[in-house]
């Protein structure tokens, strides 16, 4: 009996869409503010080199397992030995500054973490906000309180329940507060109390349990202060104190410590528990490593070698190997080892240097990890090797330099690093270590080059008024100091000249081999920095009771970093030569019309002693300038921003409505439109739409942490930052045309920028690196606003000039995600193949592609790239339909930098590449029709096996399947399941006509001789394929078919093969 089955074919018209990012599902909810324009997002373009890193903390009985805390980038997680690292603190922390990690040895998923970097400088040091608890391994965190102690040093937890922790608060390092001492809580956080504290000057620097008695504590308090112009370290209040009793009660224990004494670091010997070791700073000949052997009763001095006490500020931290009680590190600089009880000390070999914390591995001492200006890594040799610190996008800049090259590249010095040249996008999967190069000058470097447009020489500052170029032809490098000095170890006042820490480096905006150097005079350059003359007076307060020695009182700070009464921003009018502005860091603004020779004192009136962080003359009017200025080197939190529409001579108050405790350090009004402000604070990112009357946050995915400078090139907007390396946020035409008013009732397509040509990569990659900064998509964003999600479709077309739709697009409610740097969750993904649809903003790209093309189904072609071709330059339209409400916008497509060819080049690739593609899919559509015929004839023939009145038509049907595989087999190999396959059997003909399309899809239209002259031949061969193919359709398969009818079956359906149609 034949057996009755019915068959649906259906075509399927499929584009390969390649998605490399994971979406990972979250809870949270990134919220703005009401501007609904959430659905654009910054991109971190790296570098992916790790920046200062204060805290790391290991995971018992897991050596994969590890926490590092930033200062400024917040707290970080790697489960493979530090081979990749993943932000958890984004969407949670309010604060990104992080002083210590403590991890449960209870349960390995509870985690406390300290906030507020202990080893704080005088420059690119933030606070803290208290303490973060975590209960899930780090993927959600709850604020628990001491809000105000702004920097902690250490947090205890106690081993035997995760519920008792023991928080050393350091407190605010500018000014006096209560909020410092020793804090316990006993029910997880919930509530505080403070057991231990001195006085308002006092913190606690220090804080260790003895690991065999969870009852006995020790803590080293220090008395300091950070004024902008010296770091106090040390007097009456530095001490050690011990409690037997969990901390209810304390003892001082300072028999045989100095009588005075600055910072202290302390650790207790698991091997040995009455050995305790402090690091002490004090007068040079007593300073050093003391050692109790009877928990503190007395201690002595065991070494006073200096490189473990240098810059004691910075540094103090000791740590007891768990293994063996002769074995202590110190930590400074560099990372140095005692193998004889602290007596003396050797240096190891580190990555980086500048080491401020160590995990110790309690069942194996060479598995350690530590924490330093480079970032985190672990070793598990002692020492010998150590994971990659390239794998952190945590980097700290102190200001953006961009150039205007495309795309653009952005520049700026990284902290206890080199200055960095990166661009901002490029033509890989991604910005990749071999993208950017160390540029000229030091960490604290501002950048300045020969010629934006296309810079050979490129010129870096660096501390003490440092400077030197780089000829990026040569890679030669030369020093060009305005008045070469040393200046290390020097008091302020004994220096010819004073320079800032970043001391300000610019370019005219009117002639680029004009530079501006500020010290505490401005210097002029017009030939390169081989000659640098001072054009001004001392344009600071000069204040000679500020410029003495930069620490005290055991230890001086000469780097640099105290110079006080120093230029700290130089802006040069765009629209007007010689008119230049200065700002120092001591609050004192001045203007020059006449290129210095003569300058006007137009600081505000009423403004206090600010450091003036930055300064922006509207690129709309010559007269208005804004200034960005801050006071926490004063501990106070206040924004100190102003604007004037009269060069200067009056002055407003701006940005008093921000969130508390942030400030600005950066103001930039956009370029096309008068009035946007776009402001960078300490923790957050702002935006005005009035002139500064008022500011909203607009934080976007941008991670909190501090942004130190803004710039826009190309309409994008790019910021630096302090421990998230650099951000870039596409195309502000959106931001630009909606005002920040999209509560309206009308669908609206925003006009974008125009864009280059480029030509996008395919569409999957080898990746090389794991760590990497993030491309923008290739093509044209497409911004849209939805005012609600309803019933109605929603359409987006692509047009050409001739008025032909060259690619359609449905709109989806699909939610369309991906994860996010930056925050918690989810952004919308930037798909060029589902239309998202949306309320509010939405964004979209098209990759510059028409149509996708048909597919042979559930088959391998070899090279096949199932995408349309990439469209030639000029002006296209975007029609998009909700409804019954149109939008329109053109979009412009510019050439490809750097190539010059003819339009009739453009219009021969593009018409090859147009002919092709309709072979390819008149190939597709009848290799998909004998597909399915043979599919059809085989089942038939298991529906009438072994009945001997359908033996003809069953080897009709066998006969006309031969016909079909003999001619499929002309056009496709069907044998090939993947790309090794291709030894075995060559390509088929499809796969002829896509290598030949794919090699014309390029930058360069102009089409090589033997390209068409191959295209000639397939053609030609396929002429031949197609008239067999018809022969089968017109004739074998209607024979077939009226013998299968004339057995009384159902007849058999004949695909349509018309190849135009389908």
Same mark, same amino acid.
């Given at each position: 009996?034949?057996?009755?089955?019915?068959?649906?074919?259906?075509?399927?018209?499929?584009?390969?869409?390649?998605?490399?990012?994971?979406?990972?599902?979250?809870?949270?909810?990134?919220?703005?503010?009401?501007?609904?324009?959430?659905?654009?997002?910054?991109?971190?373009?790296?570098?992916?080199?790790?920046?200062?890193?204060?805290?790391?903390?290991?995971?018992?009985?897991?050596?994969?397992?590890?926490?590092?805390?930033?200062?400024?980038?917040?707290?970080?997680?790697?489960?493979?030995?530090?081979?990749?690292?993943?932000?958890?603190?984004?969407?949670?922390?309010?604060?990104?500054?992080?002083?210590?990690?403590?991890?449960?040895?209870?349960?390995?998923?509870?985690?406390?973490?300290?906030?507020?970097?202990?080893?704080?400088?005088?420059?690119?040091?933030?606070?803290?906000?208290?303490?973060?608890?975590?209960?899930?391994?780090?993927?959600?965190?709850?604020?628990?309180?001491?809000?105000?102690?702004?920097?902690?040093?250490?947090?205890?937890?106690?081993?035997?329940?995760?519920?008792?922790?023991?928080?050393?608060?350091?407190?605010?390092?500018?000014?006096?507060?209560?909020?410092?001492?020793?804090?316990?809580?006993?029910?997880?956080?919930?509530?505080?109390?403070?057991?231990?504290?001195?006085?308002?000057?006092?913190?606690?620097?220090?804080?260790?349990?003895?690991?065999?008695?969870?009852?006995?504590?020790?803590?080293?308090?220090?008395?300091?202060?950070?004024?902008?112009?010296?770091?106090?370290?040390?007097?009456?209040?530095?001490?050690?104190?011990?409690?037997?009793?969990?901390?209810?009660?304390?003892?001082?224990?300072?028999?045989?410590?100095?009588?005075?004494?600055?910072?202290?670091?302390?650790?207790?010997?698991?091997? &040995?528990?009455?050995?305790?070791?402090?690091?002490?700073?004090?007068?040079?000949?007593?300073?050093?490593?003391?050692?109790?052997?009877?928990?503190?009763?007395?201690?002595?001095?065991?070494?006073?070698?200096?490189?473990?006490?240098?810059?004691?500020?910075?540094?103090?931290?000791?740590?007891?190997?768990?293994?063996?009680?002769?074995?202590?590190?110190?930590?400074?600089?560099?990372?140095?080892?005692?193998?004889?009880?602290?007596?003396?000390?050797?240096?190891?070999?580190?990555?980086?240097?500048?080491?401020?914390?160590?995990?110790?591995?309690?069942?194996?001492?060479?598995?350690?990890?530590?924490?330093?200006?480079?970032?985190?890594?672990?070793?598990?040799?002692?020492?010998?090797?150590?994971?990659?610190?390239?794998?952190?996008?945590?980097?700290?800049?102190?200001?953006?330099?961009?150039?205007?090259?495309?795309?653009?590249?952005?520049?700026?010095?990284?902290?206890?690093?080199?200055?960095?040249?990166?661009?901002?996008?490029?033509?890989?999967?991604?910005?990749?270590?071999?993208?950017?190069?160390?540029?000229?000058?030091?960490?604290?470097?501002?950048?300045?080059?020969?010629?934006?447009?296309?810079?050979?020489?490129?010129?870096?500052?660096?501390?003490?008024?440092?400077?030197?170029?780089?000829?990026?032809?040569?890679?030669?490098?030369?020093?060009?100091?305005?008045?070469?000095?040393?200046?290390?170890?020097?008091?302020?006042?004994?220096?010819?000249?004073?320079?800032?820490?970043?001391?300000?480096?610019?370019?005219?905006?009117?002639?680029?081999?004009?530079?501006?150097?500020?010290?505490?005079?401005?210097?002029?350059?017009?030939?390169?920095?081989?000659?640098?003359?001072?054009?001004?007076?001392?344009?600071?307060?000069?204040?000679?009771?500020?410029?003495?020695?930069?620490?005290?009182?055991?230890?001086?700070?000469?780097?640099?970093?105290? &110079?006080?009464?120093?230029?700290?921003?130089?802006?040069?009018?765009?629209?007007?030569?010689?008119?230049?502005?200065?700002?120092?860091?001591?609050?004192?603004?001045?203007?020059?019309?006449?290129?210095?020779?003569?300058?006007?004192?137009?600081?505000?009136?009423?403004?206090?002693?600010?450091?003036?962080?930055?300064?922006?003359?509207?690129?709309?009017?010559?007269?208005?300038?804004?200034?960005?200025?801050?006071?926490?080197?004063?501990?106070?939190?206040?924004?100190?921003?102003?604007?004037?529409?009269?060069?200067?001579?009056?002055?407003?108050?701006?940005?008093?409505?921000?969130?508390?405790?942030?400030?600005?350090?950066?103001?930039?009004?956009?370029?096309?439109?008068?009035?946007?402000?776009?402001?960078?604070?300490?923790?957050?990112?702002?935006?005005?739409?009035?002139?500064?009357?008022?500011?909203?946050?607009?934080?976007?995915?941008?991670?909190?942490?501090?942004?130190?400078?803004?710039?826009?090139?190309?309409?994008?907007?790019?910021?630096?930052?302090?421990?998230?390396?650099?951000?870039?946020?596409?195309?502000?035409?959106?931001?630009?045309?909606?005002?920040?008013?999209?509560?309206?009732?009308?669908?609206?397509?925003?006009?974008?920028?125009?864009?280059?040509?480029?030509?996008?990569?395919?569409?999957?990659?080898?990746?090389?690196?794991?760590?990497?900064?993030?491309?923008?998509?290739?093509?044209?964003?497409?911004?849209?606003?939805?005012?609600?999600?309803?019933?109605?479709?929603?359409?987006?077309?692509?047009?050409?000039?001739?008025?032909?739709?060259?690619?359609?697009?449905?709109?989806?409610?699909?939610?369309?995600?991906?994860?996010?740097?930056?925050?918690?969750?989810?952004?919308?993904?930037?798909?060029?193949?589902?239309?998202?649809?949306?309320?509010?903003?939405?964004?979209?790209?098209?990759?510059?592609?028409?149509?996708?093309?048909?597919?042979?189904?559930?088959?391998?072609?070899?090279?096949?790239?199932?995408?349309?071709?990439?469209?030639?330059?000029?002006?296209?339209?975007?029609?998009?339909?909700?409804?019954?409400?149109?939008?329109?916008?053109?979009?412009?497509?510019?050439?490809?930098?750097?190539?010059?060819?003819?339009?009739?080049?453009?219009?021969?690739?593009?018409?090859?590449?147009?002919?092709?593609?309709?072979?390819?899919?008149?190939?597709?559509?009848?290799?998909?029709?004998?597909?399915?015929?043979?599919?059809?004839?085989?089942?038939?023939?298991?529906?009438?096996?072994?009945?001997?009145?359908?033996?003809?038509?069953?080897?009709?049907?066998?006969?006309?399947?031969?016909?079909?595989?003999?001619?499929?087999?002309?056009?496709?190999?069907?044998?090939?399941?993947?790309?090794?396959?291709?030894?075995?059997?060559?390509?088929?003909?499809?796969?002829?006509?896509?290598?030949?399309?794919?090699?014309?899809?390029?930058?360069?239209?102009?089409?090589?001789?033997?390209?068409?002259?191959?295209? &000639?031949?397939?053609?030609?061969?396929?002429?031949?394929?197609?008239?067999?193919?018809?022969?089968?359709?017109?004739?074998?398969?209607?024979?077939?078919?009226?013998?299968?009818?004339?057995?009384?079956?159902?007849?058999?359906?004949?695909?349509?093969?018309?190849?135009?149609?389908?």
């Amino acid at each position: 009996m034949i057996k009755t089955l019915t068959l649906v074919f259906t075509l399927l018209f499929l584009t390969i869409v390649e998605n490399h990012a994971d979406a990972q599902s979250s809870d949270i909810t990134i919220t703005d503010n009401d501007l609904k324009i959430n659905q654009m997002h910054w991109r971190n373009i790296g570098p992916f080199r790790g920046g200062r890193a204060n805290a790391i903390s290991g995971v018992m009985g897991d050596n994969q397992t590890y926490y590092a805390g930033y200062t400024g980038g917040g707290v970080w997680k790697t489960t493979n030995g530090g081979r990749n690292w993943d932000n958890i603190s984004d969407g949670y922390f309010k604060t990104s500054s992080i002083g210590d990690i403590a991890v449960s040895h209870v349960d390995p998923n509870v985690v406390y973490v300290g906030t507020g970097e202990h080893a704080v400088r005088g420059v690119m040091t933030t606070y803290g906000d208290g303490v973060y608890k975590s209960v899930d391994g780090g993927h959600t965190w709850t604020h628990m309180g001491l809000t105000y102690t702004r920097h902690i040093s250490d947090v205890i937890i106690d081993p035997r329940s995760d519920d008792v922790i023991y928080v050393a608060a350091q407190g605010a390092v500018h000014g006096p507060t209560e909020d410092r001492g020793v804090y316990k809580s006993i029910d997880g956080g919930k509530t505080w109390n403070k057991v231990l504290y001195v006085d308002e000057d006092t913190g606690v620097s220090s804080l260790v349990m003895d690991p065999s008695n969870p009852r006995i504590l020790y803590a080293a308090t220090w008395d300091h202060r950070r004024l902008p112009w010296k770091i106090i370290s040390g007097g009456e209040g530095s001490s050690v104190y011990k409690s037997v009793d969990s901390g209810a009660t304390w003892t001082e224990i300072t028999h045989g410590l100095p009588d005075m004494m600055g910072k202290i670091g302390l650790s207790v010997s698991p091997v &040995n528990p009455q050995r305790v070791y402090a690091l002490v700073e004090s007068e040079k000949e007593v300073s050093g490593m003391y050692r109790s052997d009877d928990g503190g009763m007395k201690w002595t001095l065991m070494s006073n070698d200096q490189n473990i006490t240098a810059r004691s500020w910075y540094y103090m931290e000791v740590f007891a190997d768990p293994q063996n009680e002769e074995v202590v590190y110190a930590l400074n600089a560099p990372l140095m080892k005692s193998i004889d009880g602290g007596k003396t000390f050797t240096s190891m070999r580190v990555i980086h240097g500048d080491c401020h914390d160590l995990w110790i591995n309690p069942d194996n001492s060479s598995n350690f990890a530590m924490a330093e200006d480079g970032g985190a890594t672990i070793t598990w040799s002692g020492g010998d090797t150590w994971s990659d610190l390239n794998n952190q996008p945590t980097a700290q800049f102190y200001r953006i330099t961009a150039d205007e090259q495309y795309p653009f590249w952005v520049y700026s010095g990284q902290q206890d690093n080199l200055s960095v040249a990166i661009p901002t996008r490029t033509k890989t999967y991604g910005i990749l270590t071999r993208h950017w190069y160390n540029g000229p000058g030091c960490e604290s470097a501002m950048v300045a080059m020969d010629d934006p447009k296309n810079p050979r020489i490129l010129y870096g500052g660096c501390f003490n008024g440092r400077i030197s170029l780089l000829d990026n032809k040569t890679m030669e490098t030369k020093d060009i100091m305005p008045y070469p000095i040393t200046n290390l170890g020097y008091e302020a006042k004994d220096m010819p000249y004073r320079f800032n820490w970043n001391a300000p480096l610019i370019n005219s905006p009117h002639d680029p081999s004009i530079m501006y150097y500020g010290g505490n005079v401005v210097f002029k350059t017009t030939d390169g920095g081989i000659n640098w003359n001072p054009i001004s007076p001392d344009l600071t307060r000069n204040d000679p009771e500020k410029q003495g020695q930069g620490g005290g009182p055991f230890t001086n700070e000469g780097a640099g970093g105290e &110079n006080y009464n120093t230029i700290y921003y130089i802006v040069e009018s765009p629209h007007e030569q010689g008119v230049i502005y200065t700002g120092s860091d001591c609050g004192k603004v001045y203007l020059t019309k006449d290129e210095g020779r003569n300058w006007e004192d137009i600081t505000p009136s009423g403004m206090p002693e600010v450091m003036i962080h930055s300064m922006e003359v509207s690129p709309h009017n010559p007269g208005i300038i804004y200034l960005a200025g801050t006071r926490f080197k004063f501990n106070d939190f206040n924004n100190y921003s102003y604007k004037s529409e009269d060069y200067g001579k009056t002055w407003r108050k701006i940005g008093d409505d921000i969130q508390k405790d942030d400030f600005f350090k950066v103001i930039r009004e956009d370029k096309v439109v008068p009035g946007i402000l776009y402001a960078g604070g300490e923790r957050g990112f702002y935006i005005s739409f009035d002139d500064g009357k008022r500011f909203d946050q607009f934080q976007l995915n941008f991670p909190v942490v501090p942004i130190t400078d803004l710039t826009i090139r190309d309409n994008d907007l790019a910021a630096s930052t302090a421990g998230r390396s650099f951000w870039v946020l596409d195309d502000l035409s959106p931001i630009q045309q909606s005002m920040g008013q999209l509560s309206l009732g009308a669908m609206k397509l925003f006009q974008p920028k125009a864009y280059h040509r480029e030509l996008s990569g395919p569409p999957f990659y080898l990746i090389t690196e794991h760590a990497y900064g993030e491309n923008p998509p290739v093509g044209i964003q497409i911004d849209y606003f939805i005012p609600e999600v309803d019933e109605r479709s929603l359409k987006l077309e692509i047009i050409d000039a001739n008025g032909e739709v060259i690619r359609s697009y449905d709109g989806t409610k699909e939610e369309i995600v991906m994860p996010m740097q930056g925050g918690r969750g989810n952004i919308p993904a930037i798909n060029s193949e589902k239309l998202p649809y949306a309320e509010g903003l939405n964004r979209f790209v098209w990759d510059f592609r028409t149509q996708g093309l048909l597919k042979v189904k559930e088959t391998f072609v070899l090279g096949a790239d199932y995408r349309g071709h990439q469209v030639a330059p000029g002006i296209y339209k975007a029609r998009m339909t909700w409804g019954d409400q149109v939008s329109e916008v053109n979009l412009e497509l510019k050439d490809p930098i750097g190539l010059e060819v003819s339009d009739s080049d453009w219009q021969r690739q593009q018409r090859l590449m147009e002919m092709i593609e309709e072979d390819l899919n008149e190939m597709h559509r009848a290799l998909n029709n004998t597909i399915r015929m043979n599919q059809r004839i085989e089942t038939i023939s298991d529906q009438i096996d072994d009945e001997p009145e359908m033996e003809d038509l069953d080897e009709y049907g066998n006969s006309l399947k031969e016909k079909i595989s003999e001619w499929q087999s002309r056009v496709i190999e069907l044998r090939q399941k993947g790309f090794q396959d291709a030894l075995n059997w060559p390509a088929g003909m499809n796969a002829e006509f896509f290598l030949l399309r794919s090699n014309l899809d390029t930058y360069d239209p102009r089409v090589a001789n033997g390209y068409q002259k191959r295209f &000639n031949d397939l053609e030609s061969m396929w002429d031949k394929h197609k008239v067999k193919y018809d022969q089968l359709m017109d004739e074998e398969v209607p024979a077939f078919n009226e013998l299968y009818r004339s057995k009384n079956l159902p007849a058999l359906k004949v695909p349509d093969h018309d190849r135009k149609e389908g």
